[in-house]
Nanobody, 123 residues
Framework: VQLQASGGGLVQAGDSLRLSCAAS????????MGWFRQAPGKEREFVSI???????YYADSVKGRFTISRDNAKNTVYLQMNSLKPEDTALYYC??????????????????WGQGTQVTVSS
């Protein structure tokens, strides 16, 4: 399985972006798909996850502003980011888990990671 993240860019505070993560392989529909981010000098942190059953969870810092969704026909998971803030600036990664999920990016539950897409929000 390979994950290809895209959609990042440079925007101003208050703007929106939609990230995409396209997955290869036949197991996408049964995988839990997550987004994480890592700002310069900081640890990688949980952003959101959508389970195979379409249950969603969000970090408190993005709740109400970000929406995760998935299109199993396209093997793609999305992260709609609205009302972006400078503190959202980070490299955003998608991850896939064939069983379970975790808020920890260091959990062995994540089998695959994408290469990351940069989001920069200017004030």
């Amino acid at each position: 399985v390979q994950l290809q993240a895209s959609g990042g860019g440079l925007v101003q505070a208050g703007d929106s972006l939609r990230l995409s993560c396209a997955a290869s392989g036949r197991t996408f529909s049964t995988s839990n798909m997550g987004w994480f981010r890592q700002a310069p000098g900081k640890e990688r942190e949980f952003v959101s996850i959508i389970t195979s059953g379409r249950i969603t969870y969000y970090a408190d810092s993005v709740k109400g502003r970000f929406t995760i969704s998935r299109d199993n026909a396209k093997n793609t998971v999305y992260l709609q980011m609205n009302s972006l803030k400078p503190e959202d600036t980070a490299l955003y990664y998608c991850a896939a888990s064939s069983s379970g999920w975790s808020r920890s990016p260091y959990s062995p539950t994540y089998d695959y990671w994408g290469q990351g897409t940069q989001v920069t929000v200017s004030s």
